[in-house]
Nanobody, 119 residues
Framework: VQLQASGGGLVQPGGSLRLSCAAS????????MGWYRQAPGKQRELVAT??????TYADSVKGRFTISRENGKNTVYLQMNSLKPEDTAVYYC???????????????WGRGTQVTVSS
């Protein structure tokens, strides 16, 4: 099972980026999905999650970021608008995945994608 994130890059303050993360491999269900980020010298922090259509956001991104999911493709997106320099970080995709019916879910992490907000 792999989580492949993409869409990071360099953007000016006030700009937008859209991150994508697709789950691939052998599994029967992908449940909660989310995005976390880690800035240099800081701990990894929650950005947003989506579970059965319900979303949660860190206070720092509310009103600017939107998480969504394309169920048929087990893909999660993070639309980031009005980006600020403090949003600069490596963004990681996270998901709870069940590989076999009757087995427990396992939490997986993607490798991360760099987002840099700078003029």
């Amino acid at each position: 099972v792999q989580l492949q994130a993409s869409g990071g890059g360099l953007v000016q303050p006030g700009g937008s980026l859209r991150l994508s993360c697709a789950a691939s491999g052998s599994f029967v269900s992908v449940n909660a999905m989310g995005w976390y980020r880690q800035a240099p010298g800081k701990q990894r922090e929650l950005v947003a999650t989506i579970t059965s259509g319900l979303t949660t956001y860190a206070d720092s991104v509310k009103g600017r970021f939107t998480i969504s999911r394309e169920n048929g493709k087990n893909t999660v997106y993070l639309q980031m608008n009005s980006l600020k320099p403090e949003d600069t970080a490596v963004y990681y995709c996270n998901a709870d995945i069940r590989r076999r019916w009757g087995r427990s879910q396992v939490n997986y992490w993607g490798r991360g994608t760099q987002v840099t907000v700078s003029s």
